[in-house]
Nanobody, 125 residues
Framework: EVQLVESGGASVQAGGSLRLSCAAS????????MSWFRQAPGKQRDRVAA???????IYSDSVNGRFTISQDNTRTSLYLQMASLKPEDTATYYC???????????????????WGQGTQVTVSS
């Protein structure tokens, strides 16, 4: 199993930027799709960005053009660069790993087998 640890969450003002990091350890060779999800209080956990082993990326409509997902060559570090932040981006952000390729799974949490503990992002207006 893959262990994931997020960091970088903070409180920022609207229009600001933030970079989240996720450190992966364990059976990293068995990872397929790596993703960032977020969950606001009382809402479901939604995927905002995903990246495959060949660096093909997928973004939700809500963050497309503002967020950038990336990974290092060894796939042991995952990043989410967030720009032009809005109050509606406020949520706990989770790093997640799947054994499946991004193109073969939906944007739901079902096919993700490893999760981090989450990091809080708060955007004030």
């Amino acid at each position: 199993e893959v262990q994931l640890v997020e960091s970088g969450g903070a409180s920022v003002q609207a229009g600001g930027s933030l970079r989240l990091s996720c450190a992966a350890s364990g059976h990293t060779s068995k990872r397929g799709c790596m993703s960032w999800f977020r969950q606001a209080p009382g809402k479901q956990r939604d995927r905002v960005a995903a990246i495959d082993h060949d660096n093909i990326t997928i973004y939700s409509d809500s963050v497309n053009g503002r967020f950038t997902i990336s990974q290092d060559n060894t796939r042991t570090s995952l990043y989410l660069q967030m720009a032009s932040l809005k109050p509606e981006d406020t949520a706990t952000y989770y790093c997640a790993s799947s054994l499946w390729d991004c193109a073969t799974i939906s944007a739901t949490t079902i096919k993700y087998n490893s999760w981090g503990q989450g990091t809080q992002v708060t955007v004030s207006s």
